[in-house]
């Protein structure tokens, strides 16, 4: 094993939404800041695909297996490169609604109460929009929170065919309203090109090491303090160390990392006394629904359009249902591809020309409800082998978004059109994943203070999607890089 012989202020584990942005923040201290990424630099992101790249899935599946609580595995959709998954994801940077930081009946439970609240937020949601250059409208959403100042950006205007379907939902009385989208001169914005590869070309005191898994945290002799990080690059192995460590490998992987850590002083992990460390596994209820048309759009198109009507029920439904967004074109919807109800089957039967020619005559809509935590439901290490025992909740609730989002179809189609193709995300698709490590006031209840520092090691935080009590119906990415920002004020405060 090599030991490294520089000595870091900061180690960041993992460069997506959390742990990107947060090496941007903390840069312009001049502190000694080493990022591990376990991936590197990709090729190819999911805004550049070209025509039917998108359902070549293995293209953005991680290089290993993950198993089922039964023992069956799967290779999970999730990307470990530069960026995170911010490399793949839709580019949407939506803020959570006020009431989603409270305490919210769910028909199938309780959705739990965060103890920093929607106010205390807002200020980085507004850095965290300027920074990733959102483009939005404000206004035009009932459900949508207050803001200190207006989008920084205009919105990104939509494909016509999908402005058109919007036209008509607001003849049912509806209110289609602008997704948040961070846009920037090369495509979407994401924690490579706008946290990362800035902050090692403009700060001297910013390393990053690619290819370099991080594979154990090593505590000192009393187990309050981790010393050394442990990774394996190439053949190799390295320890590296530093004053504080921060993990932001993804909810899922983070957890696997304080659990395969465990040692004398923390048997069942690292900071796990309430042996809560990956427990409450959340990763929203995901379906999409396919609209076929007459008419033709050109399948490469960003998302653009969102209705949040549904989101706290309606007339025949007194609990929360959920989130609907029309999905980009379907040609480069990485997320889209794991999981297309009726391109799947077509994609194996036919020809790349007719699959293109059905994809550019299809709109897709994804339908998103929240998922409640349960301790039942978790990211469990046996060995080498990473489990995710889950089962799903929350499950009439989303049916009923399907079935009232069906209808509105129906009737703005008004063709006799009875056919909308549909299906959920499987477990593979772990996009959204949050809760490992929530954060809380009570160390019985919670792994993180609510500066995201572990109650049991002093020198640890963690500044990804684990963190969140709950996981709202709203795409996290925002959250979690506001939550960045927020963390990084405290880590400048305590590194003077």
């Not at 937020?121 to 250059?133: G, H, R, V």
Request: aromatic content about 10%.
């Amino acid at each position: 094993m090599i030991i490294d012989d520089q000595y870091y202020d900061v180690i960041i584990i993992g460069t997506g939404a959390g742990g990107g942005t947060l090496a941007r923040k903390l840069a312009p201290t001049g502190k000694k800041i080493l990022v591990l990424e376990q991936g590197d630099f990709l090729e190819k992101e999911s805004s550049q695909l070209s025509d039917v790249e998108v359902f070549k899935k293995e293209d953005f599946h991680a290089p290993e297996q993950w198993y089922e609580e039964e023992g069956d595995f799967f290779y999970p959709q999730t990307s470990y490169s530069v960026g995170g998954n911010t490399k793949i994801y839709s580019g949407v940077l939506q803020r959570m609604r006020e009431r989603d930081f409270e305490k919210v009946q769910h028909l199938d439970g309780i959705s739990p109460e965060w103890e920093v609240k929607y106010q205390d937020f807002e200020p980085y949601y507004t850095e965290a929009e300027k920074l990733y250059q959102v483009h939005g409208q404000a206004g035009d959403d009932l459900t949508e929170p207050p803001r200190s100042e207006g989008f920084p950006f205009p919105v990104v205007d939509s494909e016509p065919q999908v402005e058109d379907i919007c036209t008509s939902i607001s003849k049912q009385g509806l209110h289609p309203a602008y997704l948040p989208i961070g846009v920037g001169e090369q495509g979407r914005t994401d924690a490579e090109d706008t946290g990362i590869s800035p902050t090692i070309k403009n700060h001297d005191n910013v390393t990053l090491k690619t290819s370099a898994k991080v594979v154990c945290l090593h505590t000192n002799p009393s187990g309050k303090v981790v010393k050394a990080v442990e990774a394996q690059i190439g053949k190799q192995s390295y320890l590296f160390m530093a004053d504080i460590i921060v993990l932001s490998c993804g909810a899922i992987n983070s957890a696997a990392l304080l659990l395969r850590s465990a040692n004398d002083k923390h048997p069942q992990g690292l900071a796990n006394s309430s042996d809560l460390v990956g427990r409450n596994l959340m990763k929203q209820l995901m379906t999409v629904v396919v609209q076929l048309t007459n008419t033709v759009n050109s399948g490469f198109f960003q998302r653009t359009r969102y209705i949040n009507d549904f989101y706290w029920g309606d007339e025949n439904f007194a609990y929360p249902m959920g989130h609907i967004q029309n999905s980009g074109g379907i040609l480069q919807d990485v997320i889209f591809s794991e999981s297309p109800p009726l391109l799947s089957v077509a994609a194996k039967l036919m020809p790349e020309f007719g699959l293109k020619q059905l994809a550019k005559r299809s709109i897709g809509w994804w339908l998103q409800s929240e998922d409640l935590p349960s301790p039942k439901n978790r990211v469990r290490v046996e060995g080498a082998k990473l489990y995710l025992d889950y089962t799903v909740n929350n499950t009439e609730a989303h049916d009923r978004l399907i079935y009232r989002w069906i209808d509105v179809l129906k009737a703005i189609d008004g063709n006799g059109q009875n056919i909308y193709p549909r299906c959920e995300a499987p477990l593979q698709v772990v996009a959204h994943q949050s809760g490992t490590c929530r954060f809380g006031e009570d160390t019985r209840t919670s792994v993180l203070d609510l500066n995201c520092r572990t109650y049991d090691i002093d020198n640890l935080y963690v500044v990804d999607s684990s963190f969140f009590p709950s996981v709202s119906a709203i795409s996290p990415a925002l959250t979690v890089i506001a939550n960045a920002l927020r963390v990084g004020e405290h880590l400048i405060e305590r590194l003077g």
